[in-house]
């Protein structure tokens, strides 16, 4: 049987062959950051739109006005059961601006969200003979955290989704 192949040997301090200094995940050297990665999930195809990404251009006073009425509108507007037209009326008075209308759109998804949870405890109460209108307290909790959030996050320029809400209406 012949003796094994011998492999050469790195001289002492010297990486093995093969080795690369390169981190691991890392693009190989000679690509860009603008190459690298187009294609791939997490990086925008070219072409394509983010509509959660931050509005193009800067978003003015008016618009964070607008946006922000479409959310605390509701909050007020609630109280005598016309909540969800204010998104609406937002939609048609601004629907110019991405940033209005992206806000806009999300209030009126929370708007009809709410409603139908209203609906669904005003009939578990008239099952269980009042006992389900307890339920009411944690919907008017989660109605005003969420509506106050998000007309904060409206006034400062950002974008907001509302979470756990089913989105009947997309900007």
Not at 58 to 65: A, G, L, M, Q, S
Request: glycine share 10%; aromatic share 14%.
């Amino acid at each position: 049987m012949p003796p094994p192949p011998s492999y050469p040997q790195p001289a002492y301090g010297q990486p093995p062959p093969g080795y690369s200094d390169q981190a691991y995940g890392q693009p190989p050297p000679g690509y860009s950051d603008q190459t690298y990665g187009q294609g791939q999930a997490g990086y925008p195809q070219q072409g394509s739109v983010d509509h959660w990404a931050q509005p193009q251009g800067v978003v003015t006073t008016e618009d964070r006005t607008w946006a922000t009425v479409s959310h605390i509108g509701t909050f007020l507007g609630a109280w005598i059961a016309i909540g969800i037209l204010c998104p609406i009326v937002v939609l048609i008075a601004k629907s110019g601006s991405q940033y209005v209308r992206h806000h806009a759109y999300e209030s009126l998804n929370f708007q009809l969200n709410g409603l139908f949870w209203i609906a669904v405890v005003t009939v578990l109460g008239i099952v269980t003979l009042g006992i389900g209108l307890l339920f009411y307290l944690p919907i008017v909790a989660w109605y005003v955290i969420f509506v106050i959030v998000a007309s904060v996050k409206a006034n400062a320029g950002e974008l907001y989704r509302y979470p756990l809400i089913l989105r009947l209406f997309n900007p």
